[in-house]
């Protein structure tokens, strides 16, 4: 099997003294695990950042041997954040939950796309808001669609609008602005808010179901917010 491709870097790990075994998610073959020989060497490791694009080219003896790849870099991404510690998180976190999240050799261009676009956010003055609608629209095309629209109960309390979930059991206050999506947040805790409810709905539905540990790089990243 050989083949050539562009993907974003997702994971690295050490193999031996001067190799990596990493995980990209490719634009036609979806997340690929493979081997880069020298992938410790002066020559390749400084662009070998978590979630830089890469031009790749694969090769494996079998479907069921781990391959190699042969890399070059085609976008640099992450070293634009090595001084901003919160985005250069949310990087690493949003890089893990693809990861995490989707399956081995499964293309899945939406996907593709929407870490394509995660740059974009990024340089947005409303980048977290706009982040935690990143993961919502990852949620929804991994086929777990939080709609909060359908769950919410309006009230107005003291002539302030709340939104509320409630089940038999339990009673959350969701933030305004993931509802009325065109409102500006400021305030940090509402964010915060934001971010819990996703989180907390992920480790919920897709996590615990599964046996996956909540990922420590996103509570790395909603910590690094709060410094």
């Known amino acids: 099997m050989n083949w050539d491709d562009i993907g974003f870097l997702l994971s690295k790990n050490k193999y031996n003294e001067n190799s990596l075994i990493v995980e990209i998610f490719t634009k036609e073959h979806g ?6 020989f020298g992938g410790t060497s002066k020559k390749i490791k400084n662009y070998l950042q978590i979630g830089n694009q890469l031009y790749v080219n694969y090769n494996s003896k079998s479907e069921n041997r781990i391959g190699y790849f042969k890399v070059e870099i085609q976008k640099v991404f992450s070293p634009m954040y090595f001084d901003n510690s919160k985005k250069l998180n949310c ?26 676009n995660f740059y974009n956010l990024l340089s947005n003055s409303e980048w977290l808001k706009n982040y935690i609608f990143w993961e919502l629209d990852l949620l929804k095309i991994l086929g777990y669609d939080l709609d909060l629209n359908n769950l919410v109960n309006k009230k107005i ?15 959350k ?17 509402i964010l915060l808010s934001g971010l819990k409810l996703v989180g907390d709905y992920m480790d919920k539905t897709i996590l615990k179901p599964n046996n996956i540990n909540f990922p420590t790089s996103r509570n790395q990243f909603v910590n690094s917010l709060k410094n």
């Open 91 to 116: 990087v690493i976190s949003a890089m893990n939950l693809v990861k995490l999240l989707t399956a081995d050799s499964q293309a899945n261009k939406k996907i593709f796309s929407l870490i394509d």
């Open 157 to 171: 309390v003291d002539e302030k609008t709340l939104y509320l979930a409630e089940s038999s059991t339990e009673k």
């Open 31 to 36: 997340k690929i695990s493979g081997i880069i």
């Open 173 to 189: 206050l969701v933030p305004n602005f993931l509802i009325e999506k065109n409102e500006q947040v400021s305030d940090l805790k």
